[in-house]
């Protein structure tokens, strides 16, 4: 089994930033790659970004230019630094992890609200 501990959501205006954490513990393996998603109230969860084991990343449009998500293959952690935050981008954010084996898992989801 993985254990998955999200931190560093919270309230921010616009323009401000947040660093999200994601350490995975547990039955770990190999990683495949490790992401961030998002869910806003009343819509579907979306990918934000992702990080593979051989270090690409991929991002959505929307946020490219203003996150950035790395990894600390010796803590097992994916962070994502949110830069220039707007109001769009207020959600529940969720990590995800996924093994070479292909099973995945999920954080529980930390709160991010972007308002003035």
């Known amino acids: 089994q993985v254990q998955l501990v999200e931190s560093g959501g919270g309230l921010v205006q616009p323009g401000g930033s947040l660093r999200l954490s994601c350490a995975a513990s547990?039955?770990?393996?190999?990683?495949?790659?490790m992401g961030w998603y998002r869910q806003a109230p009343g819509k579907q969860r979306e990918l934000v970004a992702q990080i593979f084991s051989g270090g690409t990343s991929t991002y959505r449009d929307s946020v490219k230019g203003r996150f950035t998500i790395s990894r600390d293959n010796a803590k097992n952690t994916v962070y994502l630094q949110m830069n220039s935050l707007k109001p769009e981008d207020t959600g529940v954010y969720y990590c995800?992890?996924?093994?070479?084996?292909?099973?995945?898992?999920w954080g529980q989801g930390t709160q991010v609200t972007v308002s003035s």
């Open positions: 995800k992890v996924v093994l070479t084996t292909f099973f995945a898992y």
């Open positions: 547990g039955s770990i393996g190999s990683i495949y790659a």
